[in-house]
């Protein structure tokens, strides 16, 4: 009897401690989720505040007089705000699907197919993320610049076509630096390694090209780390400011964030209301588009870590 009851009660103490444990933790997550949202509403209590409010000490953490005014105030400041919106759901889709493809090519060569030197080119293809982007910014920029007079000297002589060279021109300057990345293709890689080769190997003997080993049986059995993979890019394109900022020539072919940029600065400061209500127009989409896409966002977290 006595045996049983320590028992019980070593038991009941396991059991005490372990719930302890599991509150501190829980405890200890909600309090790392709280400081993370903290801005995200911050900027929203901002952007609801009205102007004469939003500088008042101590300040207010929720608005007493909530106001559409700083939203109507950043699409009267900037009539071209849904062109711009326009532009940079254009670019982050187009970016998003070459990235995608290019970054599955490449991850099924170094994950499929041997060749002299694969190894050492995958590694050298890692090695790339320890140059900051910064360092590549002039060498991009001249590259751009010589693409942009190579294509004006060839269509000099059709002005007729001027428009359409003048959004190429515009477009394209964001978009081609970003057709591959260096962790998409990791990711590529680290999940088509995994796929049996076998079906690799059947698909031959039964006269399959390489073309058609790809598109039928690669990318299909890819399309959780294609799905992650377009989310991460979509997502990075959607909030690109310095690399738009830097190319993009004129006011009609900004996008959303470069053109925020500009309105709600001017010589008396910066106005925080607008900043926070242009802030939250721009976010609006990716939050709604993290809910929607959220299982694969946790799926990225898994597939570098857990695969290959």
Same mark, same amino acid.
């Given at each position: 009897?006595?045996?049983?009851?320590?028992?019980?009660?070593?038991?009941?103490?396991?059991?005490?401690?372990?719930?302890?444990?599991?509150?501190?933790?829980?405890?200890?997550?909600?309090?790392?989720?709280?400081?993370?949202?903290?801005?995200?509403?911050?900027?929203?209590?901002?952007?609801?505040?009205?102007?004469?409010?939003?500088?008042?000490?101590?300040? #207010?953490? !929720?608005?007493?007089?909530?106001?559409?005014?700083?939203?109507?105030?950043? &699409?009267?400041?900037?009539?071209?705000?849904?062109?711009?919106?326009?532009?940079?759901?254009? !670019?982050?889709?187009?970016?998003?699907?070459?990235? &995608?493809?290019?970054?599955?090519?490449?991850? *099924?060569?170094? +994950?499929?197919?041997?060749?002299?030197?694969?190894?050492?080119?995958?590694?050298?293809?890692?090695?790339? /993320?320890? =140059?900051?982007?910064?360092?590549?910014?002039?060498?991009?920029?001249?590259?751009?610049?010589?693409? @942009? @007079?190579?294509?004006?000297?060839?269509?000099?002589?059709?002005?007729?076509?001027?428009?359409? &060279?003048?959004?190429?021109?515009?477009?394209?300057?964001?978009?081609?630096?970003?057709?591959?990345?260096?962790?998409? =293709?990791?990711?590529?890689?680290?999940?088509?390694?995994?796929?049996?080769?076998?079906? #690799?190997?059947?698909?031959? !003997?039964?006269? +399959?090209? #390489?073309?058609? $080993?790809?598109?039928? $049986?690669?990318?299909?059995?890819?399309?959780?780390?294609?799905?992650?993979? +377009?989310?991460?890019?979509?997502?990075?394109?959607?909030?690109?400011?310095?690399?738009? /900022? &830097?190319?993009?020539?004129?006011?009609? *072919?900004?996008?959303?964030?470069?053109?925020?940029?500009?309105?709600? @600065?001017? #010589?008396?400061?910066?106005? *925080?209301?607008?900043?926070? +209500?242009?802030?939250?127009?721009?976010?609006?989409?990716?939050?709604?588009?993290?809910?929607?896409?959220?299982?694969?966002?946790?799926?990225? !977290?898994?597939?570098?870590? /857990?695969?290959?």
């Amino acid at each position: 009897m006595p045996a049983t009851v320590s028992q019980r009660r070593t038991a009941r103490q396991r059991l005490t401690s372990g719930l302890a444990l599991k509150a501190f933790i829980y405890g200890l997550l909600t309090l790392g989720a709280l400081v993370s949202l903290f801005p995200l509403y911050w900027m929203f209590n901002t952007a609801f505040t009205p102007g004469s409010e939003v500088i008042k000490l101590p300040p #207010e953490f !929720i608005p007493k007089n909530p106001s559409l005014e700083n939203f109507h105030l950043v &699409v009267k400041a900037a009539p071209n705000i849904w062109r711009w919106g326009a532009n940079t759901l254009f !670019i982050a889709l187009v970016t998003m699907g070459l990235h &995608v493809l290019f970054d599955a090519m490449s991850g *099924y060569a170094f +994950a499929k197919r041997r060749f002299p030197g694969s190894r050492v080119l995958f590694w050298l293809v890692i090695a790339a /993320l320890m =140059i900051p982007g910064q360092v590549t910014l002039v060498p991009l920029y001249i590259m751009i610049s010589d693409m @942009r @007079r190579v294509l004006t000297e060839i269509t000099a002589g059709w002005p007729q076509y001027s428009v359409i &060279v003048e959004a190429a021109s515009n477009y394209g300057a964001v978009i081609l630096p970003g057709l591959a990345d260096v962790i998409g =293709i990791f990711l590529m890689k680290q999940f088509i390694q995994t796929l049996p080769s076998e079906l #690799e190997e059947a698909a031959r !003997i039964d006269g +399959a090209s #390489e073309f058609n $080993i790809f598109t039928r $049986i690669i990318l299909p059995l890819s399309a959780p780390a294609l799905a992650v993979n +377009a989310i991460f890019a979509f997502q990075r394109y959607w909030n690109a400011f310095l690399w738009p /900022l &830097v190319v993009l020539q004129k006011q009609e *072919y900004y996008t959303l964030q470069v053109g925020l940029s500009f309105v709600y @600065r001017s #010589e008396f400061g910066t106005n *925080y209301g607008l900043l926070m +209500a242009g802030a939250a127009m721009a976010a609006i989409p990716m939050i709604v588009f993290f809910f929607a896409f959220q299982r694969y966002f946790m799926a990225g !977290i898994r597939i570098g870590a /857990l695969k290959g």
